[in-house]
């Protein structure tokens, strides 16, 4: 099992940059899939970015794709989302998950954080 905990700086003007880390508890990071996800209000939850197990593939929306990035570090136990030229309608409750499979599904993974929120002021 393995526990996860979101943090970074929640609000931010359009435009600007933001960096968000998932720390994970246990000696097993490197053999979990992970993955952010996001909710805004009103919303379904839907895939942000996910990366496997050792950092080399990676996938993006096509709303982030080309302004986020999606990193891991396995001796930190720690994965990354950075996020830059945020937009209004990137706000939303960021979520890591990590998943025993291969790669973190479109719509669940295994074990979830608790979320932060990031507000992207116009």
């Known amino acids: 099992q393995v526990q996860l905990v979101e943090s970074g700086v929640g609000l931010v003007q359009a435009g600007g940059s933001l960096r968000l880390s998932c720390a994970a508890s246990g000696r097993t990071f490197s053999t979990y899939a992970m993955g952010w996800f996001r909710q805004a209000p009103g919303k379904d939850r839907e895939l942000v970015a996910r990366i496997s197990r050792n950092g080399i593939s990676t996938y993006y929306a096509n709303s982030v794709k080309g302004r986020f990035t999606i990193s891991r570090d396995n001796a930190k136990n720690t994965m990354y989302l950075q996020m830059d030229s945020l937009k209004p309608e990137d706000t939303a409750v960021y979520y890591c998950?990590?998943?025993?499979?291969?790669?973190?599904?479109?719509?669940?993974?295994?074990?979830w954080g608790q979320g932060t929120q990031v507000t992207v002021s116009s």
């Open positions: 998950a990590a998943d025993r499979a291969l790669i973190v599904g479109q719509n669940e993974a295994d074990y």
